[in-house]
């Protein structure tokens, strides 16, 4: 099983997946709006999967599971995990269905039921507990910070060498224990060879400032790494400035992390739902 990190875009089940869990699609109409939504034309793929289920007597998981990611992709997460909590209703046991409504709540801005979903799918595979690094994302926002401690302290068990999980155990134990407590325990990291993580590593560790990681940042989109890195930088900038109680700075900089559209990648959605929910409590 591929390590699922931080920077992964989303678990596989999120990046508009089209086939429920261990079927395909049996009609042509079905096939079509899997096409669409391959083709990245969400709003024909969510017109006939609702079309296909208004002609159904019962629910059909395919069409359900293709409506719910066409839907995501169009922004609209409320309606994909309802989608995906009919899926959950048919499809009891199956851990990839709770995986993709964790996320899908998550991006509406539902904590507590994020993290009701991604539990969920832990239940069904004990496996899946240390990977979750979602969920302890969640926890962070739903004020869990030491719920949210020990998920990325069980993570780093399987993925020791991420500077983003470091970072949100710090984010969590700065939040619950204060900043010096934080940076004190942060968890040690020797290479991570995405830039500029390590250059966040040393801003959160205290050996470096915001400005070497934008400069890190800057080198490497100059060098043709396109605006990944810069998005990262003032992501956790921002995040950096958070810890610190510096509600302005850390503004600044995730509005300028959210500038950088990247709607597929689980840590713009992440930026996104920060912005809006600190701005909701201001």
Same mark, same amino acid.
């Given at each position: ?12 089940? &999120?990046?508009? =997946?089209?086939?429920?869990? $261990?079927?395909?699609?049996? @009609?042509?109409?079905?096939? !079509? %709006? /899997? +096409? #669409? ?63 993709? &409504?964790?996320? =899908?709540?998550?991006?509406? $801005?539902?904590?507590?039921? @994020?993290?009701?979903?991604? !539990? %969920? /799918? +832990? #239940? ?82 205290? %050996? /470096?400032? #915001? ?72």
């Amino acid at each position: 099983m591929p390590r699922l990190t931080l920077h992964t875009a989303a678990w596989v089940v &999120l990046a508009c =997946a089209c086939s429920a869990p $261990g079927q395909d699609p049996d @009609s042509e109409s079905l096939r !079509d %709006a /899997a +096409a #669409a939504l391959r083709g990245g034309d969400a709003e024909l793929a969510d017109r006939i999967a609702t079309n296909y289920l208004e002609g159904q007597d019962a629910p059909d998981r395919n069409a359900l599971w293709i409506r719910a990611n066409a839907r995501e992709a169009l922004a609209d997460y409320s309606a994909a995990a309802t989608d995906y909590e009919s899926l959950a209703r048919l499809d009891s046991e199956e851990p990839r269905v709770q995986l993709a &409504l964790g996320g =899908a709540l998550f991006k509406a $801005g539902d904590m507590e039921s @994020s993290i009701q979903a991604f !539990d %969920a /799918a +832990a #239940a069904r595979d004990a496996s899946l507990g240390p990977h979750l690094w979602q969920r302890g994302i969640a926890h962070y926002y739903a004020g869990r910070f030491k719920d949210g401690a020990r998920q990325f302290a069980i993570h780093r068990t399987v993925n020791p060498q991420d500077v983003e999980n470091s970072v949100w155990h710090f984010l969590c134990v700065a939040a619950e224990q204060g900043f010096d407590a934080a940076r004190s325990g942060l968890i040690p990291i020797d290479r991570d060879s995405r830039v500029p993580m390590m250059e966040v590593f040393a801003l959160f560790g205290g %050996a /470096a400032s #915001a400005e070497d990681v934008l400069e890190a940042a800057g080198r490497a989109s100059a060098s043709g790494n396109g605006g990944g890195p810069l998005f990262y930088a003032h992501l956790y900038i921002g995040l950096y400035f958070e810890a610190q109680g510096d509600a302005t700075r850390s503004a600044d900089h995730i509005s300028k992390a959210v500038e950088q559209r990247r709607p597929a990648n689980y840590m713009w959605q992440v930026a996104r739902v920060h912005q809006q929910l600190r701005s909701g409590a201001e």
